[in-house]
């Protein structure tokens, strides 16, 4: 059982500020303090002694598994030989210079240079903050509105959570600033006509976004941003053809594309990046958590070589580009970089993500998709999710207010897995590390299946 009336829990309650929190209820000991305190592979256990399968690798983060001492060892070695230094002027160090190579030996060929950040909120306001210094030096200071879509995730900053696309990230911050147009998702299962298939759907994706940008002017509008698969506005994979529709759109348009890899980045699609998975050719590749495993904080901004051509031009009308983090390229994240990209290698564990994430979306469609109450079992690569409907024939959703995907979540955390319930709609998510096994994964599907029935029957 978790405590709640010892002192840790009491200084929680009155000192810390957590994220996406119900601050009343917590502040007042009515939710409860979960104090984690080690972890191994795809296992978390809290102070208490209970053990949890983490199908949701943190916040998708922890790709290699807990508990790898190489990862540590590097992280250690690096904070005792050289604990900090910048990168503003020309300065580096062996570990940020070593992972910045390793990156871009991994990212698509047309892409250029990686510019580091902490969060892939940040890499995204670094990314927009660039997109508009490029249209500037091309002489084109009025191409500055950036389209992103509803459900989209894109960080929670002024900026950043402006593109996000999840009503909870906007409401009474005044959010979405100006210079952001939201457009549809690639939402096929919540479609309005379900006569269309899914290339039919993709088709009218592009043709919704070319009105868009026919309404506010091609030459108004900077860029796209978008995820490959969206994450936490519902795990939803794009339907076929889609991907190929909207480049041809932002092609035609002189749009640039920023490709948002936080989740997808470094192997969680079964492939190095969703934008290869895809057959996407970004501008921008936002990366983030599979960068270091989460095992320290490191995000980056892979640029392309047509936006770094007119950068350097930038440079030399302009001097020095006025961009900077005091923590860009931090040695220590960086070092923790190094081990983890050599870890995901030598373990093989994009293969692993691969082979084992069709076998997790295969088992829970088969264990699952029948019952009276799930609408859609869906999933690329290491990412699954279950929705929950009122009614199956009619796509009916369920009231907000029972709270089912969070009651099934709080059901399978009791019975010792961790999903997430997702926000805006009852969708179970999974995103476990890529060392999961298919054993394990037939625990994370047979307690779907009993916490699914417990709250439905």
Known sequence: MLRNDDQLAQWDRE??????????????GETPTRIISTASGVHIQDRDGTRFL??????????????????????????HELAYYHSYVGHGTEASITLAKMIMDRAPGHMSKVYFGLTGSDAN?????????????????????IISRWRGYHGSGLMTGSLTGLSFFHNKFDLPL???????????????????????????????????????????????????????????PPPAGYWAAIQAVLDRHDILLVADEVVTGFGRLGTMFGSEHYGMKPDFITIAKGLTSAYAPLSGSIISDRVWKVLEQGTDENGPIGHGWTYSAHPICAAAGVANLKLIDDLNLIANAKEVGAYLNATMKEAIADHIHVGDVRGEGLLCAVELVAEKANTTLFDPSRKIG??????????GVIARAMPQGDIIGFAPPFCITKAEVDTVVGVTVDAVKSILG
């Not at 009651?407 to 019975?415: G, N, Q, T, Y």
């Open 15 to 28: 000192n810390f500020f957590h994220s996406s929190t119900h601050l009343a209820q917590h502040a007042r």
């Open 54 to 79: 983490d199908a949701f690798a943190g916040l998708y983060c922890v790709n290699a598994g807990y508990g790898r001492h190489e990862i540590a060892d590097a992280i250690s070695e690096q904070a």
């Open 125 to 145: 306001e670094t990314n927009i903050k660039l997109i508009w210094y490029y249209n500037n030096i091309l002489g084109r200071p009025e191409k500055k509105k």
């Open 178 to 236: 100006n210079n952001v147009i939201h457009t549809d998702a690639p939402y096929y299962f919540r479609r309005d006509d379900r006569s269309l298939t899914e290339a039919q759907f993709s088709a009218q994706c592009a043709a919704e976004l070319e009105s868009l940008i026919a309404t506010e002017g091609a030459e108004n509008i900077a860029a796209f941003i978008g995820e490959p698969v969206l994450g936490t506005g519902g795990i939803v």
């Open 406 to 415: 969070p009651s099934i979540v709080a059901a399978m955390l009791e019975r």
